[in-house]
Nanobody, 124 residues
Framework: QVQLVESGGGLVQAGGSLRLSCAAS????????VGWFRQAPGKEREFVAA????????HYADSVKGRFTISRDDAKNTVYLQMSSLKAEDTAVYYC?????????????????WGQGTQVTVSS
């Protein structure tokens, strides 16, 4: 069993930056692909970014490509999402999730373990 806890959310002005962290406990998730998803009010949860177990492969949604960077520190059992050039449309609850797969997967149903989410609000 893996427990995931997100942190780092908050209120930021458009154009600003935030770094989200996802810390794992229970067991290491160094062999799992980890992803970030987000859900805005009234909308479906959507894929944001993912990183493979080795950190060698990453994948981003088109809407965040070039602005967000996903990385992992397996020594700290933590995955990060660096968000820059934030826009009002990035406002959402952000969730990290761990998949059983070692490959890049973007569908939410490929992810078995989820954190509780952290709110990101971007003011315009």
């Amino acid at each position: 069993q893996v427990q995931l806890v997100e942190s780092g959310g908050g209120l930021v002005q458009a154009g600003g930056s935030l770094r989200l962290s996802c810390a794992a406990s229970g067991r290491t998730f160094s062999s799992n692909t980890v992803g970030w998803f987000r859900q805005a009010p009234g909308k479906e949860r959507e894929f944001v970014a993912a990183i493979t177990w080795s950190g060698g492969n990453t994948h981003y949604a088109d809407s965040v490509k070039g602005r967000f960077t996903i990385s992992r520190d397996d020594a700290k059992n933590t995955v990060y999402l660096q968000m820059s050039s934030l826009k009002a449309e990035d406002t959402a609850v952000y969730y990290c999730a761990a998949a059983r797969s070692r490959m890049i997967v973007t569908g939410r149903y490929n992810y078995d373990y989820w954190g509780q989410g952290t709110q990101v609000t971007v003011s315009s």
